[in-house]
């Protein structure tokens, strides 16, 4: 019997831990939000009843958990290490293949966008709860399925959304030639139950991610809400989105962050100007001068 030993390791969200191995400890990657979802996981029920566990995740070499705000990591990160190495060296299974949950019934069709060097590839069920971005396979080390896109010679950028994901290509190759590969390999990995983007994968909310301690003004709450509401749907249509960065109140001038289909598309200077800038002047009246995209 192999005497494993785990790693604590913090990750980029406070309530949530990994426990590290130095080998493989299962195959393939496994979410569980409560005790019933984990009826193939005989370790995941047991660590439900840490009043604190709120989620588990059951990786190839790591098992992270998320807790409750009742306690700190730091109180108990001990106790869960050693309960967790106790049940793998005394031969505790992880997961059951057995009872492991039927492959999902996957759909993928692609769709074009306005900007052609993005296609859509959309999906008849829920693949994520934040968008997500990756310029890189090293931006995309906390999603799965961004790793292998990025794994295709062709593949530019990833961006994903609530269902649906938007590849970016190169120069490398013409959509006629890559978009059946490309829809069949994420239907496949979606299909086989696999991780779209671990829980340390970064929400792309600005208020989050680009302003986390700034108190915002009434004008740039505003401009959020209208963002969301009217212009946000509009552009994950075509595959991409929009999230608000900055308001001047001085130079009156939004900026904005482009992401997927609508970064670097040749029309979104139109649709900046025609589409947004003017909603924005018209249900925001004498605040806005200007809308800008900053495309990091």
Same mark, same amino acid.
């Given at each position: 019997?192999?005497?494993?030993?785990?790693?604590?390791?913090?990750?980029?969200?406070?309530?949530?831990?990994?426990?590290?191995?130095?080998?493989? +400890? !299962?195959?393939?990657?496994?979410?569980?939000?409560?005790?019933?979802?984990?009826?193939?996981?005989?370790?995941?029920?047991? +660590? $439900?009843? =840490? #009043? $604190?566990?709120? %989620?588990?995740?059951?990786? &190839?070499?790591?098992?992270? =958990?998320? %807790?409750?705000?009742?306690?700190?990591?730091?109180?108990?990160?001990?106790?869960?290490?050693?309960?967790?190495?106790?049940?793998?060296?005394?031969?505790?299974?992880?997961?059951?293949?057995?009872?492991? #949950?039927?492959?999902?019934?996957?759909?993928?069709?692609?769709? @074009?966008?306005?900007?052609?060097?993005?296609?859509?590839?959309? &999906?008849?069920?829920?693949?994520?709860?934040?968008?997500?971005?990756?310029?890189?396979?090293?931006?995309?080390?906390?999603?799965p399925?961004?790793?292998?896109?990025?794994?295709?010679?062709?593949?530019?950028?990833?961006?994903?959304?609530?269902?649906?994901?938007?590849?970016?290509?190169?120069?490398?190759?013409?959509?006629?030639?890559?978009?059946?590969?490309?829809? @069949?390999?994420?239907?496949?990995?979606?299909?086989?139950?696999?991780?779209?983007?671990?829980?340390t994968?970064?929400?792309?909310?600005?208020?989050?991610?680009?302003? #986390?301690?700034?108190?915002?003004?009434?004008?740039?709450?505003?401009?959020i809400?209208?963002?969301?509401?009217?212009?946000?749907?509009?552009?994950?249509a075509?595959?991409?989105?929009?999230?608000?960065?900055?308001?001047?109140?001085?130079s009156?001038?939004?900026?904005?962050?482009? *992401?997927?289909?609508? @970064?670097?598309?040749?029309?979104? !200077?139109?649709? +900046?100007?025609?589409?947004?800038?003017?909603?924005?002047? *018209?249900?925001?009246?004498?605040?806005?001068?200007?809308?800008?995209?900053?495309n990091y």
């Amino acid at each position: 019997m192999k005497n494993r030993t785990l790693k604590i390791e913090k990750t980029n969200i406070p309530t949530i831990l990994k426990f590290t191995s130095n080998d493989i +400890l !299962t195959s393939g990657s496994h979410q569980y939000n409560n005790i019933d979802e984990a009826k193939n996981s005989p370790l995941a029920q047991q +660590l $439900f009843y =840490l #009043p $604190f566990v709120k %989620r588990v995740y059951i990786s &190839a070499n790591f098992i992270a =958990l998320e %807790r409750f705000p009742i306690v700190e990591w730091s109180d108990v990160q001990d106790e869960v290490k050693e309960q967790i190495e106790n049940y793998l060296n005394e031969g505790g299974v992880l997961v059951s293949e057995e009872t492991a #949950p039927k492959k999902n019934p996957v759909e993928v069709y692609a769709e @074009s966008t306005p900007n052609p060097t993005v296609l859509k590839f959309v &999906a008849n069920i829920k693949l994520v709860e934040n968008d997500l971005e990756f310029k890189n396979s090293e931006e995309a080390k906390n999603s799965p399925l961004a790793v292998e896109l990025f794994n295709f010679p062709f593949v530019k950028e990833v961006f994903i959304s609530e269902n649906y994901v938007s590849v970016t290509k190169n120069d490398l190759a013409e959509w006629n030639e890559i978009t059946v590969e490309i829809r @069949s390999f994420i239907r496949q990995f979606i299909a086989d139950g696999k991780t779209i983007a671990l829980a340390t994968a970064v929400p792309q909310k600005v208020s989050e991610v680009y302003m #986390p301690d700034i108190e915002l003004d009434d004008v740039s709450k505003q401009i959020i809400d209208i963002l969301e509401e009217y212009i946000k749907p509009a552009v994950a249509a075509d595959g991409g989105n929009i999230m608000f960065q900055s308001y001047s109140p001085s130079s009156k001038t939004v900026n904005v962050i482009l *992401q997927g289909a609508c @970064s670097g598309c040749p029309s979104s !200077t139109i649709t +900046l100007k025609n589409g947004i800038e003017n909603m924005l002047k *018209q249900l925001i009246p004498g605040k806005i001068n200007e809308v800008v995209a900053v495309n990091y």
